[in-house]
């Protein structure tokens, strides 16, 4: 016969093994229930920041760009000495102080979100691309983007600063300068050792892969055209050869 004790005891630790069953069981249906809660009143997404700045330079169809390009000014460039690139603002340093468009984005943060597909943009930052894939239109390389490793994707001015900077610019206001160097119309995403190839290189000294030479003609008229730059005659006459290879192409 078991001592009474030792019956006291075994009903003890059975009636606490129940009681903690009941407690897992009741924290796990408490668990799955929070869980569906949160789906069904989980807050809406941060909204998406609002793209590209509604007063950047528009990309004209090929018979526009024809006639801006007949009607900028053929001259060669001067003040190359001079030229220095803190004239345009401090740029996208990463370091703080760069410049903010309408949206509170910076240009370069635009630019991304804009050009790169399959885009992950920061669920705290509607203007930080976490990630995606860049279809580079001056090599037609595919390259793969993650903020937090080396990329090998850079922001180009299409027109050059430097080459603004000799063909007209140099006679601007500082406000002129940073609209340009801002100007998400003469931005792309694009391969960084083509941009560094690329420099500040007119369209007689440097192009893009051929595929792309209308869409780059194009968009580099209209730009000098809207801020009134001049070209140089062998520029002209690269840019109206680049022209020649667009078949029907509209505004876009």
Not at 60 to 74: F, G, H, N, S, Y
Not at 215 to 238: C, G, N
Request: net charge positive.
């Amino acid at each position: 016969m078991r001592p009474s004790g030792s019956r006291a005891r075994g009903t003890s630790h059975r009636r606490w093994r129940k009681f903690f069953a009941t407690c897992v069981v009741l924290i796990a249906v408490s668990a799955a229930g929070l869980t569906l809660w949160l789906r069904h009143h989980e807050p809406p997404a941060h909204p998406a920041a609002p793209l590209a700045d509604p007063t950047a330079t528009a990309l004209p169809d090929t018979q526009q760009a024809r006639d801006e390009l007949d009607r900028l000014t053929v001259t060669w460039n001067r003040n190359w000495e001079s030229y220095q690139r803190n004239a345009f603002g401090p740029g996208w340093s990463g370091h703080g102080g760069e410049a903010k468009l309408a949206n509170g984005c910076t240009a370069r943060e635009d630019i991304m979100r804009r050009d790169l597909r399959d885009e992950r943009v920061s669920g705290s930052n509607p203007c930080m691309v976490l990630s995606g894939v860049l279809i580079d239109p001056y090599t037609g390389e595919r390259l793969p983007y993650d903020r937090f490793k080396a990329s090998g994707i850079e922001i180009d001015h299409v027109v050059a600063l430097g080459d603004a900077w000799r063909s007209g610019a140099s006679e601007w206001s500082p406000e002129q300068r940073w609209q340009f160097a801002n100007d998400v119309g003469n931005l792309l995403a694009v391969q960084k050792q083509a941009n560094q190839d690329k420099g500040a290189k007119t369209p007689d000294q440097w192009k893009p892969r051929q595929e792309y030479w209308c869409d780059y003609a194009r968009r580099w008229i209209s730009v000098k055209s809207r801020y009134d730059l001049t070209v140089q005659p062998t520029e002209k006459s690269a840019l109206t050869d680049m022209l020649d290879t667009c078949v029907h192409t509209s505004a876009r």
